[in-house]
């Protein structure tokens, strides 16, 4: 298990490092002023859209689709595709401009995994374009939500429509005004076995009787362009024809949605602890203090020695996971897609913790990636799933592989 990156992502990977260095770069401080600025609240800068007409152009687009989505994507391995979204990421909003971010790209794989011809003309097809973006709407306010048979935003059938009651919060990407559709989670069959009450419908983001309650602040952070919703659901009406391959088949489609996008988002920790790693060295490199540079200091060396170990554990560990999916399926890497989903946000904290010590008061301002990659890590460590959830399901998947 070398991991050696085929030809075509090698040159696939230099051509994306090229688009970064040209376009992305040397507009981080221009994107961060202009989204920061409470005037321009959920709008992106005029030449956001250009960037991804030319990523598009040049091919750097849809990438985050594995061979096994056929003609949907560019048909890369998962293994590939990881090194892809290393380079991506270090830049935290560079993922929209190649159409490979959160939650769009998990809803654009249900669509392709399980949705109908006519769901995926209608919305897979303009999410592929990059013409909308969507929301995926799970966690509601009132329940323990790390366990997803928990969710009580009840579907309820009438003729050739289901009505929707209920709340949902932390609904990325629905305040947005591109947002135009929503992937809603809701219990359908309250009379089934525990994981299969529940269903996964098709909402357009416009349909009446949804409600914006509130913006939710991410450590006092709306997170603009995209931003976390509180939504109410009253009496929403939605046509059968909206409901994603069957009643109680939402938990499926939950740990489903969840199969190449579990790798991907522990490659975009590796490339954004990388970036703070750099950023850490450079800085070392040229700040003085009591009379010597930083990087002359033993703590600050073993500090970017501690970062080095950590990401190349987890790049490593990822690509193991991809590989394994690539060769033997998601279940085979189950194993695997757990330890990333403890390991890679813990060590993106981590290291830009430590970035943010040798930075001093940089370190925790606009200036750098590295306070919304530290705050990103901790909230993942939530929002993708309590560090404890994953870890009790590595221990069962552990002692089940010993035979106990």
């Known amino acids: 298990m070398g991991f050696q990156a085929s030809e075509r992502v090698v040159a696939l990977n230099a051509q994306l490092e090229a688009f970064m260095q040209e376009h992305i770069y040397p507009r981080?401080?221009?994107?961060?002023?202009?989204t920061l600025d409470q005037n321009n609240r959920w709008q992106v800068p005029d030449w956001f859209d250009v960037l991804r007409e030319k990523a598009k152009a040049e091919g750097l687009w849809n990438l985050f689709l594995p061979e096994e989505y056929g003609d949907w994507g560019p048909g890369l391995k998962n293994v590939e595709i990881a090194r892809i979204f290393e380079t991506m990421s270090k830049v935290n909003w560079a993922q929209p401009i190649f159409n490979c971010n959160a939650p769009d790209r998990g809803n654009m794989e249900v669509l392709a995994k399980y949705g109908t011809a006519e769901q995926q003309e209608q919305w897979l097809k303009p999410l592929l374009a990059g013409d909308i973006r969507s929301a995926y709407a799970m966690t509601e306010p009132q329940v323990a939500s790390s366990d997803a048979t928990n969710m009580e935003l009840s579907m309820t059938r009438d003729g050739d429509e289901y009505v929707l009651n209920g709340r949902k919060w932390w609904t990325?990407?629905?305040?947005?005004?591109?947002?135009?559709?929503?992937?809603?989670?809701?219990?359908?069959?309250?009379?089934?076995?525990r994981h299969r009450q529940h269903s996964t419908?098709?909402?357009?983001?416009?349909?009446?009787?949804?409600?914006?309650?509130?913006?939710?602040?991410?450590?006092?952070?709306?997170?603009?362009p995209g931003g976390e919703a509180e939504l109410l659901f009253d009496n929403v009406r939605v046509p059968i024809s909206n409901l994603i391959k069957g009643e109680g088949c939402g938990f499926e489609i939950a740990q489903g949605r969840l199969g190449p996008g579990r790798f991907q988002y522990a490659m975009t920790f590796v490339g954004q602890a990388q970036r703070c790693m750099e950023l850490m060295c450079e800085r070392a490199s040229q700040r003085v203090a009591f009379g010597e540079k930083l990087i002359k200091k033993t703590s600050v060396q073993h500090e970017i020695a501690r970062c080095r170990c950590e990401i190349e554990q987890c790049r490593l560990l990822t690509l193991q996971a991809a590989e394994i999916m690539d060769s033997e399926g998601v279940e085979a890497a189950m194993p695997y897609i757990s330890m990333l989903k403890i390991v890679g946000p813990n060590m993106a904290q981590n290291v830009a913790d430590r970035a943010m010590q040798v930075f001093g008061g940089m370190g925790v301002c606009q200036d750098t990636l590295i306070p919304s990659v530290f705050t990103q890590a901790r909230f993942c460590r939530i929002a993708d799933g309590p560090d404890e959830v994953h870890m009790s399901k590595l221990a069962k998947l552990t002692m089940q592989s010993l035979g106990y």
């Open 172 to 193: 990325t990407g629905a305040i947005n005004p591109r947002c135009k559709l929503m992937l809603v989670m809701g219990k359908s069959n309250p009379e089934n076995d």
């Open 201 to 224: 419908i098709l909402v357009p983001r416009d349909t009446p009787g949804v409600t914006l309650v509130r913006e939710l602040r991410v450590f006092d952070n709306l997170h603009s």
């Open 28 to 34: 981080e401080h221009e994107w961060e002023a202009f």
